[in-house]
């Protein structure tokens, strides 16, 4: 048990789709962050939230849309996804405080055929 | 900005023998510096973490890592190893006044009987 809940773990869905992740944590943690795990690649910093407000936006095309309706959950909405869209999506919460540390989510695995 | 180098992609060790991942960083300003292990299907947990004061930091699982602020390293290390510890194993730092972490690509870690 982690402290952050991510589902679904598996996904498959087509181009056409839409589709939604959920993360959640009950750690009484202020920031929450969606990454991006793809093979052989670093973990790529999609979206961060700080007391629900977004505070970055990594550059991520449009067809990825974030919500954070309070602190202690996330959501990632996919929609007209690409192959290349295929990895690992993880979700992360820490307090306020970089030195913190992050406590991550076991992730969702998300194939697009 | 900041960087993170994980030279190895992977390091085969038999084991109870020593094994020793490298990290290199560079950044303009003082860092956090982590080291986070992911077992297959999870998502990442901290091992450990440096802030500041000594540069011989312990985590959990027997890992310790030495920051070298003039080698602009943080080297993993443990003194013998278990299958157990066969994982990926993530670098990552921060710098000082940011909430982004940059990780490495990983090092694949795997313990042979």
């Known amino acids: 048990e982690t402290g952050v809940t991510q589902t679904p773990r598996h996904l498959v869905m087509g181009m056409t789709n839409k589709k939604s992740l959920k993360c959640e944590q009950h750690l009484g943690h202020n920031a929450m962050y969606w990454y991006k795990q793809s093979a052989k690649k670093p973990l790529e910093l999609m979206f961060v939230y700080n007391f629900k407000e977004q505070t970055e936006n990594n550059s991520v095309p449009s067809r990825f849309s974030p919500e954070c309706p309070n602190s202690s959950h996330l959501f990632l909405h996919l929609h007209t996804l690409q192959p290349e869209d295929s990895a690992l999506y993880l979700c992360?919460?820490?307090?306020?405080?970089?030195?913190?540390?992050?406590?991550f989510g076991s992730g969702t695995r998300l194939t697009v055929v | 900005a900041q960087s993170v180098t994980q030279l190895d992609s992977q390091v085969p060790v038999f084991e109870e023998a020593p094994v020793e991942l490298r990290c290199n960083y560079s950044s303009s300003v003082s860092v956090y510096l982590f080291w986070y292990v992911q077992y297959p299907n999870q998502g990442l947990q901290l091992l450990l973490k440096?802030?500041?004061?000594?540069?011989l930091v312990k985590g959990i699982n027997g890992f310790e890592a030495e920051f070298n602020k003039s080698q602009t390293s943080f080297h993993l290390r443990k003194p013998s190893v278990h299958i157990s510890d066969t994982a990926e194993y993530f670098c990552a730092v921060c710098g000082s006044g940011t909430y982004k972490y940059i990780f490495g690509t990983g090092t694949r870690l795997k313990v042979l009987a």
């Open positions: 440096y802030l500041s004061g000594s540069t």
């Open positions: 992360a919460s820490s307090q306020d405080a970089p030195d913190y540390g992050y406590t």
